[in-house]
């Protein structure tokens, strides 16, 4: 039994190493003249990725990552390395985990940014760092043609978090927005809350940035609840933990936060913090706002029973199935009247008796003379 137990492990080893490297990979292995040396290399391990950062690509629902090396006849190189996430939001927030405010906005998959021959991107739920050895001016077209090739994910997963859509736009500092769904992205930021009054277990969702203002830079930041309930019960906590009378030991607290100023709306908590006036912060809370979309879920039955252009194709063919059958209907009437009136004459349909029609015998009528109108014409002579 120990021989066929380690014997069975080896196998399983064997297997699982098989399938690893015959894994499918995102990169495709050529696209606008680049072509892929040797194979790509695959892992599920997050530290493979990032060995840094491997707690927070996980957090953000790390799924899988590729790399690989392409090369050019003209001897340019390219470096890629993709991190596949289980959804949109994820990427989105690794996105905004690794750009940085120096980088220039390129239009290049859903979001991209660029540092000297550094070039990141995203692509539904797939996050992507190209280097290049030089840039030239057709590298962005080269990056969108291997953004065009990446599979998109399917249904909802391909969605951004609604959230990011309050954010306001007046004011905003450019490459400052950060996406977070846990504490371990939180601490990669300057968050105005810590993560303990923020509550991730609940489902919470932070996006934040840093606005201008006349008095300097403040950082405004949205957190989302699944519930209005959930969401007015954190802001009675933050409240209660702002307040420096209130606060006890051992209980979490906003520290280095400057003036704060909060607000709700819905399921949102809107918050203002720094160098901001109370004037200021009214204003830029003011245009966050939450707006329910209402949303019909039942279920239409797109099929063939339920297709509006199916029943007008079904009742085209009943009509003619109708004129058919009325067709049917006369030749058969017509063919057993003749029949019957061949077999039977004048028995059945063609009795003299049966006969209904007046007839006026016009053509005796013209052959015989008006004597009536000839005898007037005598007297009057």
């Not at 371990?184 to 203002?213: C, D, K, R, T």
């Amino acid at each position: 039994m120990k021989h066929f137990g380690l014997l069975l492990l080896f196998l399983i080893g064997l297997v699982s190493v098989v399938f690893a490297a015959d894994a499918p990979t995102v990169l495709p292995k050529d696209f606008a003249g680049w072509h892929m040396q040797g194979a790509a290399k695959t892992s599920t391990d997050a530290g493979t990725a990032d060995p840094a950062n491997a707690a927070l690509l996980k957090e953000y629902g790390f799924n899988d990552f590729a790399s690989a090396a392409y090369t050019r006849e003209d001897g340019r190189k390219l470096t890629v390395k993709a991190a596949r996430f289980n959804d949109a939001s994820g990427a989105f927030g690794a996105y905004t985990f690794y750009y940085q405010p120096e980088m220039q906005r390129e239009q290049i998959g859903d979001q991209g940014a660029s540092f000297n021959q550094r070039i990141l991107f995203y692509r539904g739920n797939i996050l992507l760092d190209a280097v290049f050895d030089r840039i030239t001016a057709m590298s962005a077209a080269e990056l969108r043609e291997l953004a065009g090739s990446l599979p998109k994910p399917a249904g909802n997963s391909g969605n951004l978090p609604p959230v990011l859509a309050y954010m306001p736009r007046q004011g905003y500092i450019k490459n400052t927005e950060k996406y977070i769904e846990g504490p371990i992205a939180l601490s990669h930021v300057a968050s105005p809350v810590p993560a303990e009054l923020i509550n991730f277990g609940a489902g919470a969702e932070v996006v934040l940035g840093q606005y201008e203002n006349k008095n300097g830079d403040a950082t405004v930041m949205i957190i989302s609840y699944p519930t209005p309930q959930i969401a007015a019960d954190q802001m009675r906590k933050i409240d209660a933990t702002h307040v420096p009378t209130q606060q006890q030991p051992g209980v979490a607290t906003i520290v280095d936060a400057g003036p704060f100023f909060d607000k709700r709306t819905g399921p949102l908590l809107a918050i203002a913090a720094g160098q901001i006036t109370s004037n200021d912060a009214r204003d830029l809370l003011s245009k966050i706002n939450y707006d329910a979309d209402v949303t019909w879920n039942q279920n239409t039955f797109f099929d063939k029973k339920n297709n509006l252009a199916n029943l007008l194709v079904n009742i085209i063919i009943l009509c003619g199935i109708l004129m058919g059958l009325a067709l049917i209907a006369g030749f058969a009437f017509g063919g057993i009247r003749i029949a019957m009136g061949r077999l039977f004459p004048g028995r059945v349909f063609d009795r003299p008796e049966n006969v209904e029609f007046i007839a006026l015998h016009l053509e005796e009528d013209k052959q015989e003379p008006d004597n009536s109108r000839l005898s007037s014409s005598i007297k009057a002579g």
